[in-house]
């Protein structure tokens, strides 16, 4: 028997976030209230965890009651906050035979650099299930025992690029959707796709879009190109710096590294990032390019 078969899913409605769509929707009572929401988005590998976490980081400096939700199976979003791999509340809910009744704050919230709150969602087994299932579980877990109820921020930072309802689920949450890319052909084809479904999603939710942020770009030429072609705006600039690199290896945020230049840079980076964020940034509409459009803007000269 499958796990999914001990909890009745949300219901799942056709066309009503775009023409032919098939979409996961949460109970409405879900809805998480009191606090900023923000989901960060971005092609597989482009390093949404890192800014994730250094933005949590960033914003627990700023005086803020964080709370860090990873929506990935390989359930590493919050490592660097933690030093660890913590369980998924998958996997406890598994434990507990999806009795979730059974379960207290301390067996799926773990506590993180700066008294950041860490969450893994998880995820459903491979070729089974939908990730909007496992967002709707957590998010249903931390209103039952109250836990948004004195948070400021709240951050998703989910898994590689939108291509179902399951993976957008947590845009049914979010105020802002912040999109990390590089100064390359594919993470900018993967943030036209997510402006796409973000856009899709505003039909019907709150979220909007913040802006993106060039993650590991020496330049940002090309991410700056498409933003005008559209309509968006960069709103941060992460370089490609070692220390990056390294915080990661010693599964540390950057506030936790040794102090040099590019340590110090990279900080205030996040630092502001967490400030415009906080303060409030305007609502985006870009208009996302089709893919033809695309490989002609960037493809070639």
Excluded at 39 to 61: D, E, H, P, Q
Excluded at 65 to 84: A, M, N
Excluded at 274 to 287: H, I, N, Q, R, V
């Amino acid at each position: 028997m499958s796990p999914y078969d001990h909890t009745t899913p949300p219901p799942i409605l056709q066309g009503q976030d775009g023409e032919g769509s098939v979409q996961v929707h949460q109970d409405t009572d879900l809805r998480i209230e009191g606090a900023k929401v923000f989901s960060v988005y971005g092609k597989g590998g482009i390093g949404k965890s890192t800014t994730s976490s250094n933005l949590s980081a960033a914003f627990a400096r700023q005086g803020k009651r964080v709370l860090q939700i990873g929506c990935d199976p390989k359930h590493d979003s919050t490592f660097t906050l933690t030093g660890r791999l913590v369980p998924t509340v998958i996997d406890i809910l598994k434990g507990v035979d999806f009795h979730a009744e059974e379960l207290r704050p301390e067996d799926y919230v773990f506590e993180g650099f700066g008294g950041v709150r860490c969450v893994e969602a998880g995820g459903p087994p491979a070729g089974t299930g939908c990730g909007g299932y496992v967002v709707g579980q957590t998010v249903k877990l931390l209103k039952q025992h109250h836990l948004l109820e004195d948070t400021d921020v709240v951050i998703f930072d989910v898994l590689g690029d939108v291509v179902c309802g399951g993976f957008a689920a947590p845009l049914q949450h979010a105020d802002r959707a912040l999109i990390v890319t590089a100064n390359d052909f594919d993470s900018i084809y993967a943030m036209n796709r997510i402006i796409a479904a973000v856009q899709a999603k505003s039909a019907n939710y709150k979220v909007r879009l913040a802006g993106c942020v060039a993650n590991r770009s020496r330049a940002t030429d090309e991410v700056d190109r498409y933003c005008d072609a559209v309509g968006f705006r960069r709103i941060a600039h992460m370089p490609d710096l070692d220390a990056i690199r390294r915080s990661r290896l010693k599964k540390k945020t950057l506030f936790e590294m040794p102090e040099d230049d590019d340590v110090h840079a990279a900080r205030a980076g996040y630092l502001a990032l967490a400030e415009a964020l906080w303060s409030g940034t305007d609502a985006l509409a870009p208009a996302p390019l089709p893919d033809r459009d695309i490989f002609e803007l960037l493809g070639f000269d």
